[in-house]
């Protein structure tokens, strides 16, 4: 297992992982904003550009992006903002994260949360915070056994979010 930048050569790995999102009637992958019309090359520099403050969509902050890989294949993504505006001090947090539905429930989240921290550590951040879905009961055990303390929800239209601070080792 490692947690890996995008590379070229896991485009194919790429195609896979956003595939098993479909299959299982998935359409949005939290964590992973590349547009599926780019390139593998511009994937990989946009992707990875985004971390020093280049390629940003309009609107955007710096954000490391980083792959749980094991065995050739990405089973998981985690996207991590450096800094917050408003609208992700409300509904995104510091972390983002995803596990491919064929690969759920191997601890692949707990890994992933782990890694953003240890890159919010790097930036000097000393409190992260996380929001989930109130029904996302499996992001809600991964935030909470990181030491997840909840603060005040967001009512959105379609359902609550639900926020954390969790310490930053």
Known sequence: ??????????????????????????????????????????????????????????????????????????????????????????????VGYSVRPSARRQGIGTALLAAGLEVLGDLGVDQALLTCDQDNTGSIRIIEGHGGVPTAPVVREDGITLRFWVPVP
């Open 1 to 94: 297992m490692s947690i890996v930048a995008v590379a070229m050569h896991h485009e194919r790995a790429i195609k896979e992982f956003e595939a098993d999102f479909e299959r299982a009637g998935e359409s949005r992958i939290p964590a992973w904003f590349a547009d599926p019309s780019w390139s593998q090359e511009d994937r990989v520099a946009r992707v990875n550009g985004w971390s020093e403050g280049r390629f940003l969509p309009a609107g955007w902050k710096p954000c490391t992006t980083r792959f749980y890989e094991r065995a050739g294949e990405l089973l998981g993504v985690v996207n991590v903002r450096h800094v917050l505006d408003e609208r992700m001090r409300r509904l995104g947090g510091h």
